[in-house]
């Protein structure tokens, strides 16, 4: 019979939601759960903005457009993947967007990430995407450790899967629905990959806007990526939660591509209808 692998768990609190991390496998110790902390701290305290940090930092600089030079690392990448993700989502994905910032269309940054160049008013506020950042900067350390499996997830819409299930095959994921009826939204089997859920539903969800027009989005719609990224995967569920039908084609297509797939559910559409099984069953 199969011995069952060593394993720990460990449960805080950070990025404004509750993190839990559970570790498969000989390294699964206090120190690596203490480690992974200390990297998810450092992202939170480099990208957060409820309360002074480099990003609140640069947010005052940019506040009347302007240059500011970017020292922290931490920051400096989180930007340049935002940037990135901004170009490939054709700009459905901004975190400079908002009543009072005029978004990414309006940022240039150095070649290294040294320098951005605002000429409007910007302000950051990396929210989710900071999240699966903070999962891909946590790769390296559990490369490191020894850990054959893990799942960290942070605040059950940013998870980590991290090979696979402990007593073998795929992590079996049940993403429940954010409108609260009874069942599962979703029933996946993942491995090795990253997992984004957005929605427009459900309580104390922030409102969703499309950067070209400043409306928000109405539509009952939850979006489910898995990529091999977690920022990646954050980028591209956001930006399927503002897109159009053309649009959402063009994304699901990137992200296939990428090695990623996704999940479209849209509320307003029966669960049993031959248009809500499109939705589901053209995007995987």
């Not at 404004?16 to 690596?32: N, Q």
């Not at 503002?242 to 959402?248: F, I, K, L, V, Y």
């Amino acid at each position: 019979m199969t011995q069952p692998l060593p394993s720990f768990v460990h449960r805080f609190s950070a990025m404004g939601t509750r993190i839990e991390l559970h570790l498969f496998g000989d390294g699964a110790k206090a120190a690596l759960a203490n480690a992974l902390q200390a990297v998810i701290d450092a992202v939170d305290d480099a990208l957060t903005i409820h309360r002074p940090s480099p990003t609140t930092q640069l947010n005052e600089r940019l506040r009347g457009g302007g240059v500011a030079v970017i020292d922290e690392p931490i920051l400096r990448n989180a930007l340049q993947a935002s940037i990135a993700g901004h170009r490939k989502t054709g700009g459905l994905f901004d975190p400079a967007f908002g009543p009072h910032a005029a978004g990414l269309a309006h940022v240039s940054l150095g070649d290294a990430g040294e320098q951005i160049v605002a000429d409007r008013a910007i302000a950051f506020d990396f929210g989710g995407v900071g999240k699966g950042f903070a999962l891909d900067c946590c790769r390296p350390v559990l490369a490191g450790a020894g850990v054959e499996s893990a799942i960290l997830s942070l605040g059950d819409s940013s998870i980590l899967l991290w090979g696979g299930h402990p007593l073998g095959g795929d992590w079996p994921i049940a993403i429940p629905d954010p409108c609260g009826a009874e069942g599962s939204l979703a029933e996946l089997a993942l491995r090795d990959c990253c997992l984004s859920v957005s929605s427009s539903q459900g309580a104390g969800q922030t409102a969703t806007l499309r950067p070209d027009t400043g409306i928000a989005v109405s539509e009952p719609r939850t979006a489910i990526v898995a990529h091999p990224s977690g920022a990646r995967a954050e980028i591209f569920s956001t930006a399927l939660l503002a897109a159009h039908s053309d649009e959402r084609a063009c994304l699901v297509a990137a992200i296939k591509g990428e090695g990623g797939m996704a999940i479209i559910v849209d509320h307003a559409v029966p669960a049993n209808s031959a248009l809500q099984r499109d939705l589901a069953e053209a995007i995987p």
